[in-house]
Nanobody, 125 residues
Framework: QVHVVESGGGLVQAGGSLRLSCAAS????????MGWFRQAPGKEREFEAGISWYDGSTYYADSVKGRLTISRDYAKNTVTLQMNSLKPEDTAVYYCAAAPRSSYSVYDPRAYRYWGQGTQVTVSS
């Protein structure tokens, strides 16, 4: 059974930074990508950032480019999401997800089979 575990959420003031981490208990050779999504109250889950496990290419939602950075530790099957210049509208539950080989793009939640429980990020104004 595959486990995906996030850590690092919390409360931060607007303009501050947080770093989220995620570990996936899946074989490296089975990974296609890992990604971060977020879901705010009353809204759908939306893609924030993703990283290809093949070559480390990174992908970002337009709304977070320049503020979020995703990186990976290939040997440990972990990803980190560095979030800077946080805004109150970034408040949401952030989910990490792992995708095995898939025909869907990194941006598409359907590519991801394994999901973490989520970690709350709250940005105060």
């Amino acid at each position: 059974q595959v486990h995906v575990v996030e850590s690092g959420g919390g409360l931060v003031q607007a303009g501050g930074s947080l770093r989220l981490s995620c570990a996936a208990s899946v074989r490296t050779r089975d990974l296609y990508a890992m990604g971060w999504f977020r879901q705010a109250p009353g809204k759908e889950r939306e893609f924030e950032a993703g990283i290809s496990w093949y070559d480390g290419s990174t992908y970002y939602a337009d709304s977070v480019k320049g503020r979020l950075t995703i990186s990976r530790d290939y040997a440990k099957n972990t990803v980190t999401l560095q979030m800077n210049s946080l805004k109150p509208e970034d408040t949401a539950v952030y989910y990490c997800a792992a995708a095995p080989r898939s025909s869907y793009s990194v941006y598409d939640p359907r590519a991801y089979r394994y999901w973490g429980q989520g970690t709350q990020v709250t940005v105060s104004s």
